[in-house]
């Protein structure tokens, strides 16, 4: 166990459900992030929260929406997603400024039909 | 554009044997370097961290710097098939709004 928890662990979606996934993390870090990684592709980086604002935001289609709504939780809110939107979602969180490394939840496997 | 290489591999070592992964990036400005090891199917679990050059030893690893040639290493010591497994190399600035960027990652199989 990392300290950082993410719920669903899998989920299945039809393209014209809404859900979302949660993360939460218990290290008294100040930034979270979001990533996707498809299958044999490398990690994409997708959302940054330093401080509950976010601060990059990697060109993402509007159907992923996140929401940071205090330093140890970050949500990302999914509707009309795409088949190619399958893929591993992995929350991640870490000290901003001090270069100690992220730290990864488990991730939720994604499958959209 | 800020990269991290790394050979896809697989790099296949052989039980007992010492694993070499290797990493080159191209941002001079970079202050913290990071390994990850990711099973299958899991997520990335930090491992190592160096931040001066030279080498820095935990355990079987050995994470190794050189900010001159802008190289970063991991060997694995006594490689077990249990280290089978991507290994990722990420590096950042540590300053400003500027997130670890990370390598494809090496796949490497140790074999029993």
């Known amino acids: 166990e990392t300290g950082v928890t993410q719920t669903p662990r899998h989920l299945v979606m039809g393209m014209t459900n809404k859900k979302s996934l949660k993360c939460e993390q218990h290290l008294g870090h100040n930034a979270m992030y979001w990533y996707k990684q498809s299958a044999k592709k490398p990690l994409e980086l997708m959302f940054v929260y330093s401080l509950e604002e976010r601060v990059e935001n990697n060109s993402v289609p509007s159907r992923f929406s996140p929401e940071c709504p205090n330093s140890s939780h970050l949500f990302l809110h999914l509707h009309t997603l795409q088949p190619e939107d399958s893929a591993l979602y992995l929350c991640?969180?870490?000290?901003?400024?001090?270069?100690?490394?992220?730290?990864f939840g488990p991730g939720t496997r994604l499958t959209v039909t | 554009q800020k990269e991290v290489e790394q050979n896809s591999g697989p790099l296949s070592v052989p039980e007992g044997a010492i694993a070499s992964l290797n990493c080159t990036y191209s941002d001079r400005g970079s202050q913290s370097f990071f390994w990850y090891r990711q099973y299958s199917g899991k997520s990335p679990e930090l491992i190592m961290f160096i931040y001066s050059n030279g080498d820095k030893e935990d355990g079987r690893f050995t994470a190794q710097l050189n900010k001159a040639s802008q190289y970063v290493s991991l060997l694995i010591r006594d490689s077990q098939p249990s280290d089978s497994a991507t290994y990722l190399c990420?590096?950042?600035?540590?300053?400003?709004?500027?997130?670890?960027?990370f390598g494809k990652g090496t796949r490497l199989s140790v074999i029993a």
């Open positions: 990420a590096v950042t600035r540590n300053s400003g709004n500027t997130p670890l960027v």
């Open positions: 991640a969180s870490s000290h901003f400024h001090e270069g100690r490394g992220q730290y």
